[in-house]
C-alpha cells in the first residue's frame, strides 16, 4: 500500500534530466494572484529515491522556494524521512523543470496523468 502523501498524489510529468524525473501533484496545486503552492516530485531512479516537496513559487518575481520534504523509496514506496525547512527564495532559471513546472500549473495536459507511480 501506498503512504498517505503518495496515494493521494496525482502526480504529472513535466520534465526529466538524465535519471531525475520531474512531476507536479495536481491535486496540491493552489494558485492565487501572487503566488503558486504544490507539490512536486522529483524522482531520482537510479539512487531509488522520491523527493516530494512542498513548494511555493512566485511567477511575476521569478523565485521558488521550499516549506518541507519526504522522502521515500522508488521501489517500495517506504517513507525514509521528513524535513521541515524554509529554504529561498531561489531564482527560476529560464528553460528549467522548475519553469516547466509553473507552466504545466497553468496549463494542464490530462494525458500525462501518471499512472501506478
Known amino acids: 500500500m501506498l503512504p498517505q502523501a503518495l496515494y493521494e498524489a496525482d502526480l504529472r510529468f513535466v520534465d526529466a534530466k538524465e535519471a531525475t524525473g520531474y512531476y507536479v501533484d495536481m491535486n496540491s496545486a493552489s494558485v492565487t494572484k501572487e503566488l503558486i503552492y504544490a507539490k512536486v516530485a522529483i524522482i531520482q ?62 496549463h494542464p495536459d490530462k494525458s500525462d496523468l501518471m499512472q501506478g507511480l
Open 45 to 106: 531512479a537510479d539512487k531509488n529515491r522520491i523527493l516530494l516537496y512542498s513548494m511555493r513559487f512566485h511567477p511575476s518575481k521569478k523565485t521558488y522556494g521550499f516549506d518541507n520534504v519526504q522522502m521515500f523509496t522508488y521501489d517500495e514506496k517506504k517513507p525514509l524521512g521528513f524535513t521541515r525547512l524554509k529554504a529561498g527564495p531561489f531564482n527560476i532559471a529560464p528553460g528549467s523543470p522548475i519553469e516547466g513546472i509553473i507552466d504545466y500549473i497553468h
